[in-house]
């Protein structure tokens, strides 16, 4: 008789959100899930070579300090493998593969089934760990979904993310599906025939996830609202099963915007009704929206990024309609000041619009 072991799963409690984590001497709320109290234990450690102000550096930060130690973790081509994989150095303390840009799913799915089958016949003793890939909008919502969508769909007990900075960065700043309308590529550069730049919307990769694999946890957020991205992080690896979360994570280089922005940036897309933060109950198989404290034109959101620094009033107030939709999506009732926008006479060149520099906040505690 063969005498199987019991696969033992961690269980990673919430970040308290009444703490330091709540609102900070914030009347209109947008502190909320800002300044947490962060684990002292960094799996994710100084020593990688992104750009100063990359949001995919703060997610992969945020998410590693929410999962902690006992995890492993793939990372499919891209920036965050290139940056984060120089010769004899990495900024990882947890075990960390490299996986091809097509197979973040495949790989993290096997990765996933060897603990399983190890842990039962008793070849590993440890605790099942948590097993997370982290991959761009370029492999999770184009060359690599196919894979990432067969393991959502068997149900792999792992975190599948697509940490997104709306372009494939490594290779130059090309477009990539989620590249949002009116963005400046190396591939959709704005000129005299397509004066927008970008001409298709984003695609919708987390509402695909959700509405293709109704069992899994699903959740979406963005480096603006760093506690968020962390609970996210810890009830996705709770979750019994498959995970999938879309994070948004401002590209500095690629987006052209001042560096200490990238946060500023998590909240204002957010604000503007362009990435809508939402979670996904496969229980209920219903959504939570986050409806934000202030709801802002899209404006106050493009003008602070060079990619957008070309549209002309016709393509804002377009972008304008899209997130109007977004807010009906949501439930919100579209406030008139936001509808009238959606008119191109009420809008500007977006190089001419002027806007204040919001406050520089900083990262962290
Ligand atoms: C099959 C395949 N096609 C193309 C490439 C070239 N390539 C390497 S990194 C990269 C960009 C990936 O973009 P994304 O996944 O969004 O990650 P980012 O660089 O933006 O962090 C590409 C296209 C590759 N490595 N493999
Ligand atoms: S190019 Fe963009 S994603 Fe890549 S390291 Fe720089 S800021 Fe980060
Ligand atoms: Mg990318």
């Known amino acids: 008789m ?3 072991q ?8 919430l970040f308290d959100e009444q703490g330091r984590a709540a609102a900070v001497g914030d009347d209109v709320g947008r502190d909320r899930h800002y300044l947490p109290d962060l684990p002292v234990e960094d799996p994710y450690q100084a020593g990688h070579r992104t750009c100063a102000g990359c949001g995919p550096a703060i997610e992969y930060r945020s998410v590693l300090k929410a999962a902690g130690q006992n995890t492993v ?8 493998y290139v940056a984060n994989a120089t010769y ?31 842990i039962r016949k008793g070849k590993y003793r440890g605790q099942y760990p948590n097993i997370i890939v982290m991959a761009g909008d370029g492999s999770a ?52 025939v397509i004066p927008e730049g970008k001409k298709l919307p984003p695609k919708n990769l987390a509402k695909m996830m959700a ?25 996705g690896l709770n979750f019994r099963g498959a995970a999938f ?10 987006w052209v915007y001042q560096t200490p922005m990238t946060v500023e940036l998590g909240r204002r897309v957010v604000e503007a009704g362009l990435f809508p933060v939402w979670e996904y109950d496969p229980l209920t198989r219903s959504y939570d929206y986050f409806i934000p404290p202030t709801l802002r034109p899209v404006t106050d959101y493009l003008v602070m990024q060079g990619r957008f620094g070309h549209m002309h009033p016709e393509h804002a107030a377009t972008m304008q309609r899209a997130a109007n939709r977004n807010w009906e ?22 190089k001419e619009t002027t806007y204040s520099m919001p406050v520089q906040r900083g990262v962290g505690a």
């Open 329 to 350: 999506d949501m439930g919100v009732e579209v406030p008139t000041r936001l509808r009238e926008l959606e008119d191109p006479a009420h809008n500007e060149y977006v």
């Open 211 to 235: 509405e293709g694999h109704p069992n899994c946890y699903v959740a979406t957020t963005t480096v603006g609202y760093l506690m968020d991205l962390m609970n996210k992080t810890r009830k």
């Open 245 to 254: 979360m879309h994070v948004y994570t401002p590209c500095q280089k690629g």
């Open 88 to 118: 004899m150095s990495t900024p990882y303390t947890v075990p960390w593969a490299h996986t091809q840009i097509a197979s973040g799913g495949s790989f993290t799915s096997g990765v996933a089934a060897a603990y399983e089958a190890m």
């Open 6 to 13: 019991e696969v033992v799963r961690q269980y990673l409690p």
């Open 2 to 4: 063969t005498l199987t």
């Open 141 to 192: 919502a184009d060359i690599g979904i196919g894979s990432i969508s067969g393991a959502l769909y068997r149900g792999h007990d792992a975190l599948f993310i697509c940490y997104d900075n709306e372009c494939y960065a490594n290779t130059g700043i090309q477009t990539s599906p989620t590249t949002p309308y009116g963005g400046n590529t190396t591939f959709t550069p704005p000129g005299k």
């Open 73 to 80: 973790v793939a990372g499919p081509t891209g920036c965050m």
